[in-house]
Protein backbone atom coordinates (compact mmCIF):
# COMPACT_ATOMS: atom_id res chain seq x y z
CA UNK A 1 0.00 0.00 0.00
CA UNK A 2 2.83 2.76 1.06
CA UNK A 3 5.27 1.70 -2.24
CA UNK A 4 2.10 2.96 -4.44
CA UNK A 5 1.22 5.86 -2.78
CA UNK A 6 4.60 6.82 -2.57
CA UNK A 7 4.88 5.97 -6.34
CA UNK A 8 1.74 7.19 -7.14
CA UNK A 9 3.22 10.82 -5.22
CA UNK A 10 5.85 10.74 -6.92
CA UNK A 11 4.15 10.97 -10.44
CA UNK A 12 2.68 14.29 -8.81
CA UNK A 13 6.03 15.94 -9.21
CA UNK A 14 6.26 15.73 -13.11
CA UNK A 15 2.13 17.00 -13.36
CA UNK A 16 1.47 20.11 -14.76
CA UNK A 17 -0.21 21.20 -11.74
CA UNK A 18 2.80 19.74 -9.54
CA UNK A 19 3.18 22.62 -7.09
CA UNK A 20 -0.89 22.75 -5.94
CA UNK A 21 -0.10 19.21 -5.33
CA UNK A 22 2.66 20.21 -3.52
CA UNK A 23 0.71 22.48 -1.27
CA UNK A 24 -2.46 19.44 -0.78
CA UNK A 25 0.02 16.78 -0.06
CA UNK A 26 2.27 19.13 2.87
CA UNK A 27 -0.95 20.09 4.42
CA UNK A 28 -2.28 16.02 4.38
CA UNK A 29 0.53 15.12 5.54
CA UNK A 30 1.36 17.53 8.21
CA UNK A 31 -2.10 15.84 10.02
CA UNK A 32 -2.85 12.28 8.26
CA UNK A 33 -1.40 11.84 5.23
CA UNK A 34 1.72 9.47 5.46
CA UNK A 35 3.67 10.21 2.79
CA UNK A 36 6.24 13.18 3.27
CA UNK A 37 6.43 16.42 1.07
CA UNK A 38 10.11 15.11 0.20
CA UNK A 39 8.78 12.99 -2.52
CA UNK A 40 7.67 15.59 -4.17
CA UNK A 41 10.07 18.45 -3.16
CA UNK A 42 12.58 16.62 -3.66
CA UNK A 43 11.84 16.34 -8.05
CA UNK A 44 10.63 19.75 -8.44
CA UNK A 45 13.59 21.08 -7.09
CA UNK A 46 15.85 19.09 -9.22
CA UNK A 47 13.57 19.33 -12.39
CA UNK A 48 13.61 23.35 -11.74
CA UNK A 49 16.53 24.50 -9.70
CA UNK A 50 15.30 28.23 -9.98
CA UNK A 51 12.26 27.55 -8.55
CA UNK A 52 13.46 25.61 -5.73
CA UNK A 53 13.27 27.86 -2.77
CA UNK A 54 9.54 28.66 -4.34
CA UNK A 55 8.43 25.08 -3.55
CA UNK A 56 10.03 25.27 -0.34
CA UNK A 57 8.22 28.18 0.50
CA UNK A 58 4.52 26.46 -0.59
CA UNK A 59 5.68 23.41 1.08
CA UNK A 60 6.41 25.34 4.41
CA UNK A 61 2.91 27.18 4.28
CA UNK A 62 1.11 24.24 2.91
CA UNK A 63 3.08 21.77 6.00
CA UNK A 64 2.17 24.89 8.76
CA UNK A 65 -1.17 24.98 8.01
CA UNK A 66 -1.48 21.41 7.83
CA UNK A 67 -0.16 21.19 11.39
CA UNK A 68 -2.68 23.85 12.49
CA UNK A 69 -5.18 21.73 10.94
CA UNK A 70 -3.60 18.43 12.83
CA UNK A 71 -3.46 20.31 16.16
CA UNK A 72 -7.09 20.72 16.03
CA UNK A 73 -7.79 17.20 15.52
CA UNK A 74 -5.97 16.38 18.55
CA UNK A 75 -7.58 20.13 20.24
CA UNK A 76 -11.08 18.78 19.62
CA UNK A 77 -11.03 15.05 18.02
CA UNK A 78 -8.33 13.10 20.05
CA UNK A 79 -10.93 11.19 21.97
CA UNK A 80 -12.73 9.84 18.61
CA UNK A 81 -8.95 8.85 17.11
CA UNK A 82 -7.61 7.32 20.60
CA UNK A 83 -8.93 3.87 19.87
CA UNK A 84 -7.78 3.84 16.37
CA UNK A 85 -4.31 5.36 17.50
CA UNK A 86 -3.68 3.05 20.10
CA UNK A 87 -3.56 0.13 17.31
CA UNK A 88 -1.94 2.19 14.83
CA UNK A 89 1.79 2.02 14.25
CA UNK A 90 1.52 5.82 15.15
CA UNK A 91 0.85 5.00 19.18
CA UNK A 92 4.83 4.51 20.14
CA UNK A 93 5.68 8.02 18.51
CA UNK A 94 2.73 9.93 20.05
CA UNK A 95 3.94 8.53 22.85
CA UNK A 96 7.06 9.59 22.25
CA UNK A 97 6.06 13.14 21.33
CA UNK A 98 4.12 13.38 24.37
CA UNK A 99 7.19 13.00 26.62
CA UNK A 100 9.41 15.52 24.17
CA UNK A 101 6.36 18.03 25.00
CA UNK A 102 6.65 17.59 28.72
CA UNK A 103 10.66 18.17 28.66
CA UNK A 104 11.16 20.38 25.72
CA UNK A 105 7.85 22.33 25.11
CA UNK A 106 8.21 24.80 21.82
CA UNK A 107 11.46 23.12 21.01
CA UNK A 108 9.59 19.50 20.18
CA UNK A 109 7.61 21.39 17.61
CA UNK A 110 11.02 22.69 16.33
CA UNK A 111 13.07 19.50 16.35
CA UNK A 112 9.51 16.87 15.16
CA UNK A 113 10.75 19.17 11.62
CA UNK A 114 13.50 17.66 11.23
CA UNK A 115 13.28 14.38 13.15
CA UNK A 116 12.23 10.91 11.09
CA UNK A 117 9.36 10.92 13.76
CA UNK A 118 5.94 11.73 11.22
CA UNK A 119 5.28 15.64 12.01
CA UNK A 120 1.51 14.82 12.15
CA UNK A 121 2.05 13.10 15.27
CA UNK A 122 3.56 16.42 16.72
CA UNK A 123 0.79 18.43 15.45
CA UNK A 124 -2.26 16.45 17.09
CA UNK A 125 0.20 15.71 20.07
CA UNK A 126 0.43 19.82 20.33
CA UNK A 127 -3.29 19.89 20.24
CA UNK A 128 -4.03 17.31 23.21
CA UNK A 129 -1.90 19.06 25.69
CA UNK A 130 -3.10 22.39 24.55
CA UNK A 131 -0.08 23.78 23.59
CA UNK A 132 -0.45 27.37 22.65
CA UNK A 133 -1.13 28.37 19.36
CA UNK A 134 0.98 30.83 18.38
CA UNK A 135 4.20 29.18 19.25
CA UNK A 136 3.23 26.15 17.88
CA UNK A 137 3.19 27.60 14.63
CA UNK A 138 6.69 29.78 15.01
CA UNK A 139 8.08 26.58 15.97
CA UNK A 140 6.57 24.77 12.82
CA UNK A 141 7.76 27.24 10.31
CA UNK A 142 11.45 27.40 11.93
CA UNK A 143 11.58 23.63 11.89
CA UNK A 144 9.79 22.81 8.73
CA UNK A 145 10.89 25.51 6.71
CA UNK A 146 14.31 24.97 7.57
CA UNK A 147 13.88 21.31 6.66
CA UNK A 148 12.48 22.14 3.33
CA UNK A 149 14.60 24.73 2.39
CA UNK A 150 17.60 23.36 3.30
CA UNK A 151 16.06 20.08 0.63
CA UNK A 152 15.30 22.79 -1.48
CA UNK A 153 19.06 24.56 -1.34
CA UNK A 154 20.87 20.87 -1.49
CA UNK A 155 19.16 19.76 -4.43
CA UNK A 156 19.44 22.86 -6.52
CA UNK A 157 22.93 23.20 -5.87
CA UNK A 158 23.85 19.41 -5.81
CA UNK A 159 21.67 17.99 -8.27
CA UNK A 160 20.74 14.34 -8.84
CA UNK A 161 23.84 12.86 -7.12
CA UNK A 162 22.84 14.27 -3.97
CA UNK A 163 19.40 13.13 -4.11
CA UNK A 164 20.68 9.86 -4.23
CA UNK A 165 23.58 10.00 -1.31
CA UNK A 166 20.67 12.28 0.41
CA UNK A 167 17.63 9.48 0.47
CA UNK A 168 20.27 7.06 1.39
CA UNK A 169 21.22 8.89 4.39
CA UNK A 170 18.18 10.59 5.40
CA UNK A 171 17.14 8.85 8.57
CA UNK A 172 21.19 9.31 9.85
CA UNK A 173 20.83 13.21 9.05
CA UNK A 174 17.39 13.29 10.83
CA UNK A 175 18.39 11.85 14.64
CA UNK A 176 21.83 13.39 13.97
CA UNK A 177 19.74 16.80 13.88
CA UNK A 178 17.50 15.83 16.89
CA UNK A 179 20.60 14.83 18.87
CA UNK A 180 22.15 18.42 18.38
CA UNK A 181 18.64 20.26 18.97
CA UNK A 182 18.28 18.35 21.98
CA UNK A 183 21.67 18.58 23.42
CA UNK A 184 21.65 22.19 22.31
CA UNK A 185 18.54 22.70 24.38
CA UNK A 186 20.19 21.16 27.20
CA UNK A 187 22.80 22.57 27.33
CA UNK A 188 20.93 26.50 27.20
CA UNK A 189 18.51 25.01 29.69
CA UNK A 190 21.64 23.76 31.96
CA UNK A 191 23.54 27.90 31.45
CA UNK A 192 19.92 29.10 32.28
CA UNK A 193 18.89 27.73 35.80
Known amino acids: MFQKLYDKTLSWSKHRHAAKYLCILSFAESSFFPIPP ?18 ALLTTIASVLGGVFGYGIGYF ?20 AQSWFKEWGFWA ?4 GFSPIPYKVFTIA ?3 MNMALLPF ?38 WATVVLVVVGAGIYKYLHQ
Request: zero cysteines; proline letters at 4%.
Open 77 to 96: LFDRIEPWLQTSSYWESYLI
Open 109 to 112: VFVA
Open 137 to 174: VLASIIGRGGRFFLVALLLAAGGAKLEAKLREYMDRLG
Open 38 to 55: DVMLAPMALAQPDKAFRF
Open 126 to 128: AGT
